[in-house]
């Protein structure tokens, strides 16, 4: 059933092949509507059988991004926060997995009253729910279907959309598809028959695109947009030309000029004055006209896939705009480290070693830890970082040469292990080691109280924050006193005193570790204060 009122519903599908952008341009015209006056809220439907991504390999699918509400969602919803500024909610990512679990449970319950369930109507009556499910406050929704056109995955979110259209008129909905066009140089030509394949496709399952997203190094001559029109049964108006740009965040503008906005707004018959997006060319003159460079070495596990890392990666450029200088990001293997193996950490002027989970690779990370520590190098540990810290200064400085998290076996030294209980909005929250192992960690927005005096505290400028969790194992708050005693400060600690939330060396120059995710909250136009500091202790050491 149509729960919708009032909202306009924008539906980005993707062809030809994957990894075109869809995320970066639903997020970049979010950003454009929003320049023209209108509230955005953005959604992603992705067709794989996971529930979510929270338990699937960085190696496959790139980060988990994680929301206040304690969602594990797809690493694009960062984009669409990034852009926009409107915080994701659970509510605002779904799975084939979660659909079909609640068409089960409900045909398990008898609540189909005997009827054969069916993908047509039951599976995508439930995606058509999702999709229109607290929207009465937003002007538009935009909506990115995962995946590309012609994967049997996709099929009943493209055919929940096309009811959709039928259902609420074209007057509500519009389907924006983004194809690629090839540019082929020894015939010193841009191919157009992909995209005319690609909505061919979509014509086979009833959804004519209103906009075609053209992905391409260069712009399309004239001759080729009009075939592209004349082929796909579109105007000529509406074949945008999605361009390479130098940032991502350059994409607004781009995607203004080529006139998408324009033509999104004259379908649903709105008016089409200018957007204000001065702040967006302000951001991209400062980040491409930087007055100097720093280089910060990150040491994780899954380094040869970078979106592992994406809002990280996004959190350090935001920092470097906020400084003026280029980040460059020097990529490290943790294992790479191992023994003692420190050549690649001398030409950096900072160390980061971010999240992960298991074994694999900690060896490495606390030679990192140990090398910047010793060195005074500026660190920052994030999750795990921050666990790899605490564990390094436990068995050097504090005299505890077993120490070690329960994470990583038996150890007559827990200084890090399982948490067990603690306290959300209210409830007692419960795990064990046979917990299962999706949606079981401590997840979302938590409270944290900062100590006085400490260098948290100057850089947040306030005495309580609110950052964003994803971890099943907490420093252990009875080795307070030992490591406070060889200098490391507990300058961050959960409400009720009981969880360490962030760790600081109060004799190094910047050393500082955090079981948050703070680059999940940061963004262009309000780069995070950890990160800014970070970067400025950086630059400070490079001069």
Known sequence: MITAKNPRYIFVTGGVVSSLGKGIAAASLGALLQAHGYRVRMRKLDPYLNVDPGTMSPFQHGEVYVTDDGAETDLDLGHYERFTGVAAQRGDNITTGKIYSEVIARERRGDYLGATVQVIPHVTDMIKDFVTSDTDDYDFVLCEIGGTVGDIESLPFLEAIRQLRNELGVGRTLFAHLTLVPYIASAGEIKTKPTQHSVKELLGLGIQPDVLLCRCDRDIPEEARHKIALFCNIRKEAVIAALDVQTIYQVPSTLHT???????????????????????????????????????????????????????????????????????????????????????????????????????????????????????????????????????????????????????????????????????????????????????????????????????????????????????????????????????????????????????????????????????????????????????????RSL
């Open 258 to 540: 080529q006139g998408f906005d324009t033509e999104v707004l004259r379908h649903f018959g709105l008016a089409t004055t200018p957007p204000d997006i001065a702040a967006w060319d302000a951001l991209v003159t400062r980040q491409l006209n930087p007055q100097g460079t720093v280089k910060i070495g990150i040491v994780g596990k899954y380094t040869s896939v970078v979106d592992s890392y994406k809002s990280l990666a996004e959190a350090l450029t935001h920092a470097g705009i906020a400084n003026n200088v280029a980040v460059e990001m020097v990529w490290l293997s943790a294992e790479a480290l191992e023994n003692g193996n420190t050549e690649s950490l001398e030409t950096v002027d900072a160390i980061l070693v971010p999240g992960g989970f298991g074994e694999r690779g900690t060896a490495g990370k606390i030679c990192a830890v140990q090398y910047a520590r010793e060195n005074n190098i500026p660190y920052f540990g994030i999750c795990f970082g921050m666990q790899m810290a605490v564990i390094e200064i436990a068995r050097h400085l504090a005299g505890l040469p077993t120490a070690n998290s329960t994470e990583l076996g038996q150890t007559s030294e827990p200084v890090v292990g399982l948490m067990t209980e603690w306290e959300n909005q209210g409830t007692l929250e419960k795990r064990s080691l046979s917990t299962n192992k999706g949606g079981t960690m401590r997840l979302g927005a938590y409270e944290c109280v900062l100590r006085a005096a400490s260098k948290a505290r100057a850089i947040y400028g306030a005495d309580s924050i609110s950052e964003r969790h994803r971890h099943r194992y907490e420093v252990n708050i009875n080795y307070q006193a030992r490591l406070e005693g060889v200098g490391l400060q507990f300058s961050g600690l959960s409400p009720d005193g009981g969880l360490p939330e962030i760790v600081e060396l109060t004799d190094h120059p910047w050393f500082i570790g955090v079981q948050f995710h703070p680059e999940l909250k940061s963004k262009p136009h309000a780069p995070h204060p950890l990160f800014v500091s970070f970067v400025a202790a950086a630059l400070g």
